[in-house]
């Protein structure tokens, strides 16, 4: 079993920056797609960013060009970029891991997820 430890979330200015982490616990984190959700109050959970287990990157559309998703499994983390941050970037973010999925495969879906952190808030000031 994996847990996942989100970090990094904070109060900022729009056009700012923020990094997440997501610490990953247990084995085989190389062996996990890893994918970025936020949710909003009121909101259904959103698709941000995923990466592969050979580190093929996919994005949802209003975060290509500002939101970078990387990982180091050597340090069993995974990170999220955050740049030119707008008011309605302003929510809870999530990473989740995927188990059972093809090296170059990831999902959308946060139904395809297998494990969740418990969320790191990111409030954008305008």
């Known amino acids: 079993q994996v847990q996942l430890v989100e970090s990094g979330g904070g109060l900022v200015q729009a056009g700012g920056s923020l990094r997440l982490s997501c610490a990953a616990s247990g084995p085989s984190f190389n062996n996990y797609a890893m994918g970025w959700f936020r949710q909003a109050p009121g909101k259904e959970r959103e698709f941000v960013a995923a990466?592969?287990?050979?580190?093929?990157?996919y994005y949802a559309g209003s975060m290509k060009g500002r939101f970078t998703i990387s990982r180091d499994n050597a340090k069993n983390t995974l990170y999220l970029q955050m740049n030119s941050l707008k008011p309605e970037d302003t929510a809870a973010y999530y990473c989740?891991?995927?188990?059972?999925?093809?090296?170059?495969?990831?999902?959308?879906?946060?139904?395809?997820?297998?494990?969740w952190g418990q969320g790191t808030q990111v409030t954008v000031s305008s």
């Open positions: 989740a891991a995927e188990g059972g999925v093809a090296a170059g495969s990831v999902s959308t879906r946060p139904d395809a997820y297998d494990y």
């Open positions: 990466i592969s287990k050979s580190s093929g990157t």
